[in-house]
Every structure is written in structure tokens, then in C-alpha cells.
């Protein structure tokens, strides 16, 4: 392989046409450039110079090697860039969440897009178990999960608390253990997990979500509340899914008397270097969910 430092002292040398000045613009000896010119002979089994007193014209071999010598120093020098150079609004940033957080996470994500059009999001919605296996496989750059992970490559750290919600028709005004019975139970992928965490330690009747009849399921976390809101059900969700339920007024969200929230983690992979762009998302994240 070429000694980029010797290719680097040829082109210098035929740009400025004189080896004395040569040596001052690379900080050397006259005879330092002449030998890196004749070590790039001896590689290459070619003559490149015909010197003339203390002048030079290029042989073909010569003009060839700076020409295309230049454009190897320049990618050397591009490249010298882009690797010290680390922009915290530019790249393409991936994050996963379950579906309630990205319901209010990736609007306020596309934002920040808008004010930085060189930051790229790419936002996928996915349950726990496919999000810690995106991280722990680089496949993305940040997974946001509401349980602890049983991978060792991932790296979770507590960022905020989600509350759980008992949604019912906008008809119930104080829901009773029997009026949840009567309306039924709108399923959805983390219905029964969701509902046994809040409606345990406020119904002492309730013992698993099979107790009620299914009256509905939806794994598209955005339709959930639509048969709640035309009274077929009640269910139960995160916050931020009902937050963003277009028809509020349809439907009635209930405080307990002991509220359940879930825990919310920022995953990343344990042993992966985080660019300034992906530090930048972090920041928004927090802000986002911590309402600072």
C-alpha cells in the first residue's frame, strides 16, 4: 500500500513546484521530501520526476499518481472529519416503545425533526420482549420499556411513571365490581397483565381478568377505547393511550383509590457508544415524559 505521508509530499511538491518551499509548508528537510519522492519510485518501480536543475516535470506515471493521489489525500482528510466530527442534530436516531408511550413520544419526536431536518427519527412501536431484543442486537438505538430485561447487554434506567387507567363507557359514573361485570372486559395484548395491577388492590373481588366476559379486543393500541366509547366494555390502559384518544368526551376515566403506575426505562446497549445525536433524543425524551 502507498505511505499516504510520501503521496502527501509528492502532491504538495508538484502543487507548489519547488522542493524548498515544499519542505517549509510540510515542516521538513529538502532532503526529506526528496526521499519520500524516491521511495515513492522504489515502490511504485517507476519514475515520476524528471528533474531539471532544480526544477521538475512529471513523467506519466507522475501526472497519473497525483492525480489520483489527490483524490486519496482528499478522502483521507474528509474521513479525519467525519470521525472527530460527532453533530448532535444530524443522523438517524432508531427508538422503540410500546405503543401508549409512543403515543405521546413520537409526535413531540417528530417535532424536534421538524426543527432539525438533518436529525432523522425512526420510530417503531413493538412490545417489551421485541424491544430489549432490538437493543441487545443494535437494531436500534434506544428502546423505551415498562419492565425490567432479562438480557444482560441492556442497560435500563428509570425515567418516569406511567399511570394505569380504568376507562368505562362515558354512561358509569362510579364503576361497582357488578357494573364491571355487566359491561364486560375490552381485551388488547397487556390487558390482563394491566388489569391485574390496578384492579387487584381496588376490587377485593377481583382475582384474574377471566373473570370478566370478553367483550373486545384490539391489538392496535389507538382503536382500544373505540368500543369503550360506544359502550360495549371498559378496560384498562396506560395514560398516555388515553390521552390520546380522540373521543374523550365518549367515555369516563376513573380514579382510584389506590393509583397504579408503571415504571418507564430508557434502554440502550450496555456496551455501545452513544453519538451526540442520540444524547440529543435522550434529552427530548426526559423532557417529554418528565414535563420539564
Not at 372486559?185 to 377481583?206: M, R, T
Not at 377505547?225 to 360495549?232: A, F, Q, T
Not at 378496560?235 to 376513573?254: D, M, Q, S, W
Request: aromatic share 8%; hydrophobic share 40%.
Amino acid at each position: 500500500m502507498i505511505n499516504p505521508v510520501w503521496l502527501r509530499s509528492f502532491c504538495t511538491l508538484v502543487e507548489v513546484g519547488h522542493f524548498t518551499r515544499t519542505a517549509d509548508i510540510l515542516n521538513m528537510t529538502q532532503s526529506g521530501v526528496s526521499q519520500h519522492v524516491r521511495k515513492l519510485e522504489e515502490y511504485l518501480a517507476t519514475p515520476l520526476l524528471m528533474r531539471q536543475g532544480k526544477g521538475f516535470t512529471l513523467t506519466g506515471a507522475g501526472e497519473r499518481l497525483y492525480k489520483e493521489g489527490q483524490a486519496l489525500l482528499l478522502s483521507f482528510a474528509n474521513l479525519e472529519k467525519q470521525i472527530g466530527r460527532d453533530p448532535s442534530h444530524e443522523g438517524v436516531v432508531k427508538v422503540a416503545s410500546p405503543g401508549s408511550v409512543g403515543l405521546k413520544l413520537y409526535p413531540h419526536l417528530l417535532q424536534l425533526q421538524a426543527r432539525y431536518p438533518r436529525l432523522i427519527i425512526e420510530y417503531r412501536f413493538a412490545p417489551n420482549h421485541e424491544i430489549e431484543r432490538l437493543i441487545a442486537e443494535h437494531k436500534v438505538d434506544l428502546g423505551l420499556m415498562t419492565c425490567v430485561s432479562t438480557l444482560g447487554e441492556v442497560k435500563l434506567t428509570p425515567i418516569a411513571d406511567e399511570a394505569l387507567l380504568l376507562v368505562t363507557p362515558a354512561a358509569v359514573v362510579e364503576p361497582s365490581w357488578a357494573q364491571l361485570m355487566a359491561l364486560g372486559f375490552v381485551d388488547h395484548p397487556d390487558g390482563a397483565y394491566h388489569a391485574g395491577q390496578l384492579l387487584s388492590v381496588n376490587f377485593p373481588e377481583f382475582q384474574h381478568s377471566s373473570q370478566f366476559k370478553r367483550s373486545g379486543f384490539s391489538n392496535q393500541i389507538n382503536m382500544i377505547l373505540e368500543p369503550v366509547s360506544m359502550g360495549l366494555g371498559f378496560t384498562v390502559l396506560p395514560r398516555y393511550a388515553v390521552a390520546a384518544f380522540a373521543g374523550a368526551e365518549k367515555v369516563n376515566v376513573h380514579p382510584l383509590m389506590h393509583p397504579v403506575s408503571e415504571t418507564l426505562y430508557m434502554g440502550t446497549h450496555l456496551r455501545k457508544f452513544a453519538p451526540n445525536c442520540v444524547n440529543t433524543v435522550i434529552s427530548e425524551i426526559e423532557t417529554c415524559l418528565q414535563g420539564r
